[in-house]
């Protein structure tokens, strides 16, 4: 059974169910398109046409989607965009972590941004922030090296120079028990 690449669109902890036994589902794919690919990564095709310029969780969209600079007919640049929503969701998920806070208390559940533009931050306030300022979401200065260096690595301005969700996922199974999630 083939199972086709998808652009999700919307990662987001929303988006994210979470089983008895632990596992997490991605769910609402409503946004999402289907890619396929004709020789690496630099060649993904749209295969399913589902693309509208600006869809998604404002607080967790990629600097280019928030923009509105973003080649939509490049899955490639989709994918992008989910990699940059990936490490959104990890941090949020990481923030929360007692493990990664011992000696301190764990901090509040807080969206990102939220400390820094309120629970319900506009557009407007996001594209100023997110790809003007380019600030990204504070990382403790305590966590280990590897893990703030993949979501520093998710978060770049630049699409091309994101990890890859491969490399996000050979790195994060790569850390540190501790600082495993």
Known sequence: LHKPAVAHRDLSSNNVLVRDDGTCVLCD??????????AGPHSWQR???NVQS????????????????????SGWCLIQGDVYS????????????????????VPEHRLPYEEEL???????????????RRERPSVPKHWQQ??????L???DHDSDARLTAQCARD????LPPCCSI
């Open 171 to 174: 790195r994060l199974v790569s």
């Open 47 to 49: 295969y399913m046409v």
């Open 86 to 105: 990936l490490g959104t969701l990890l941090w949020e998920m990481l923030m929360r972590c007692s493990d990664l806070f011992i000696g301190c208390p």
């Open 146 to 151: 590897g893990l703030h260096d993949i979501l």
């Open 54 to 73: 600006q869809v998604g969780t404002l607080c967790y969209m990629a600097p280019e989607l928030l923009d509105g600079c973003v080649n939509l007919s």
């Open 153 to 155: 690595d998710s978060w």
């Open 29 to 38: 794919f409503g946004s999402s398109t289907i890619l396929r690919s004709c």
């Open 118 to 132: 309120g629970a319900s931050p506009s557009l407007e306030q996001l594209i100023v922030h997110v790809s003007e």
